[in-house]
């Protein structure tokens, strides 16, 4: 794999070990790199769901601003409506989920905004076809 296109997207977070467990939860993500960046003095954690070469990096700060928030957001697609409402009654229960889950026409799908400890936002979705519409532009 080379790093070529999009790799990574950075948030500040003020609770490491709250924001690995939220991602590990809602987004299927684990760390596949950790470190103490010595120049900084902070912790730094790079989260991928192994299925393409794109990393979140968490970086911990005293203070995570400014926040990736609705509109602007993670997008995560689920394999299923069952998974995704499972998930939303997950985060319902743990008083994260932000709206939906909801149905909107295509190509938006089947959606949901989920609020991550820091008050970034992360979309969980199901439907919105993006992988497909990306290899069919690609032919």
């Known amino acids: 794999m080379s790093d070529v296109g999009l790799t990574h997207i950075a948030l ?9 467990q939220f991602y590990a939860t809602y987004a299927g993500m684990h760390i596949v790199h950790e470190r103490t960046d010595t120049e900084r003095g902070v912790r730094v954690a790079w989260l991928s769901d192994q299925t393409r070469p794109f990393v979140i990096v968490l970086i911990q700060k005293d203070v995570a601003q400014p926040v990736l928030s609705p509109l602007a957001h993670l997008g ?5 409506r069952v998974a995704m409402d499972t998930l939303c009654d997950q985060a319902r229960q743990a008083g994260v989920l932000l709206e939906g889950p909801t149905e909107s026409p295509y190509p938006v799908g ?9 008050g970034h936002t992360l979309e969980l979705s199901y439907g919105q076809e993006i992988g497909l519409t990306v290899a069919q532009s690609l032919e």
């Open 76 to 80: 995560v697609g689920c394999e299923s």
């Open 12 to 20: 500040p977070v003020s609770d490491m070990e709250a924001s690995l």
């Open 110 to 118: 089947y959606w949901a905004f989920l609020r991550d400890p820091d």
